[in-house]
């Protein structure tokens, strides 16, 4: 979703993490790449502004290159600055607490209005149980009302919609309805218009008006880049919106509209959209967003359950024995155990240093109880002293493991590589291994 932002962050990151003493130099370079990151992410330049100055403030008064982990106090504050952006303190859905909630959904053209009242419906009533009402309000595609009608029915959703020729009066008539059919939640499709159509602008603020909404959701394509957080703005202007949604957020230039429509237009970004299917919808959370953006997933969650796990004393007699160079196939077993602990493989291998340029080290679950397998086919010799596995050991081991001499010998080789590898990394922390995260 956020590919382009996600692999600028992660090379400023990996930078400033390589670095075991940081500078002020070396932040302020980080601090310019990453202003250099947004602005080609297509993030708003005001809003660039106003976070980087944000970053300078905390990241240089914290003093993060005095602290014991510069690298990742740095991360954490642009992570904490980038939160602090995207939240906002009307994170829940408002519902009219002594009655029907109205909520209505307006936005350019296209911009996926309809698909979202139907995915909105669907997530209330799961989520809270409530049972909505889909309103047809837009009369100026004529395909309009039956796409309405149909995604109602497919999901088990009320639907309404009549013969009346203004959209105000099906909204009206649509009020009548939902008292008798006792939908407490009403959810008013309107006709997709630009901000200078007088005309349908004045029919949207009648909708407003009349049914006093609780909820008014600009529906901005987040497909279209800064377009869509000028139009959010322009409609900001003359609505009192209470919140955007983003949709097309699967495609990827999501990352640049998700954060700069806040600042730009003050209203907080509700849900996104990330597909056509009904399911394809979810709550915009902050915190997990902005970790998406940075292209953390959960680093940091990761560390702090890497130092749960990993033992001291284990960790210190293997930094013993990878200097010394007696580093053997039990250890190598006992790391990989380590690393099940913690979640899924292939995403904590993307955060050890090295292991992608390890070749054909492809680091999934399958590999690794191939590679138990292999290594639980050697005998206790030769897992203590690797260096005897000749070719006649090799095909027992191949043999007893039921993979192939090919197999056995691509580990036997990507095991010497990690190997000196981890011996050129020696200046890693202790209880850390094999995390370098500073
Ligand atoms: N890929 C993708 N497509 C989406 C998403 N949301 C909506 N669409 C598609 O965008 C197109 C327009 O969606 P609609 O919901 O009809 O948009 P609208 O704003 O109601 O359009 P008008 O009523 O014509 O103004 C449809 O083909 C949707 O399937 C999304 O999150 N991802
Ligand atoms: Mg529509």
């Known amino acids: 979703m956020f590919n382009r932002l996600q692999e600028k962050f992660s090379k400023i ?17 980080s601090i310019r790449e990453i202003r250099i990151a947004l602005l080609e992410s297509d993030v708003n330049y005001k809003v660039v502004s106003s976070f980087i100055n944000r970053v300078k403030d905390n990241a240089l008064g914290a003093k993060v290159f005095d602290s014991i982990t510069p690298g990742q106090q740095f991360i954490k504050i642009v992570l904490d600055q980038l939160i602090d952006f995207l939240s906002s303190d009307q994170k829940d859905f408002n519902f009219n607490k002594s009655g029907t909630t109205f909520l209505v959904l307006a936005g350019l053209q296209g911009s996926g209005k309809t698909t979202t009242s139907a995915k909105i ?61 006792k939908n407490d939640l009403v959810i008013i499709d309107t006709a997709g218009r630009l901000h200078t159509n007088n005309l349908l602008m004045d029919e949207l603020k009648s909708i407003i008006t009349l049914t006093s909404a609780n909820e008014i959701f600009y529906v901005a394509d987040g497909m279209t880049g800064q377009d869509a957080v000028n139009s959010s703005k322009l409609f900001s202007d003359m609505v009192n919106l209470t919140g ?18 806040k600042e730009v237009t003050g209203c907080p970004i509700k849900f996104i959209t990330t597909g056509e299917g009904i399911n394809k919808f ?37 930094e013993k024995k990878i200097i010394s160079n007696q580093f053997n196939f039990n250890d190598f077993s006992n790391q990989l155990k380590q690393f099940s602990k913690l979640g899924s493989l292939a995403e904590i291998s993307s955060f050890i240093p090295g292991l992608k340029k390890i070749k054909n080290f492809d680091f999934n679950e399958n590999q690794f109880k191939w590679l138990e397998a292999i290594i639980g086919s050697m005998t206790n010799k030769e897992k203590e002293n690797p260096s005897i596995i000749n070719g006649s050991r090799r ?4 043999k007893g493991s039921g993979r192939t001499i090919n197999e056995v010998n691509r580990l036997i080789k990507q095991f010497n590589q990690l190997k000196s590898l981890m011996k050129k990394t020696k200046k890693m922390k202790l209880g850390r291994f094999p995390f370098k995260l500073n």
């Open 121 to 181: 419906a669907s997530f209330l009533k799961r989520e809270f149980n409530k049972k909505p009402l889909l309103v047809a309000a837009d009369l100026e595609r004529p395909a309009a009302i039956e796409q309405l009608r149909t995604l109602s029915k497919s999901n088990n959703i009320d639907f309404y919609s009549d013969q009346s020729s203004k959209a105000i009066e099906v909204v009206a008539n649509s009020m009548r309805y939902a008292k008798t059919n």
């Open 244 to 261: 955007v949604i983003l949709t097309k957020m699967d495609g990827d230039s999501g990352g640049g509209v998700a954060l700069s429509v």
């Open 282 to 318: 979810e709550k915009f959370n902050p915190d997990s967003i902005a970790r998406r953006i940075l292209g953390l997933s959960d680093i940091l969650g990761l560390v702090e359950k890497a130092q749960k796990n990993f033992d001291q004393k284990n960790a210190q007699e293997l």
């Open 13 to 29: 990151f990996n930078d400033i993490r390589g670095h075991g003493k940081i500078s002020e130099e070396n932040i302020s370079k």
């Open 395 to 398: 095909a027992r081991i191949a």
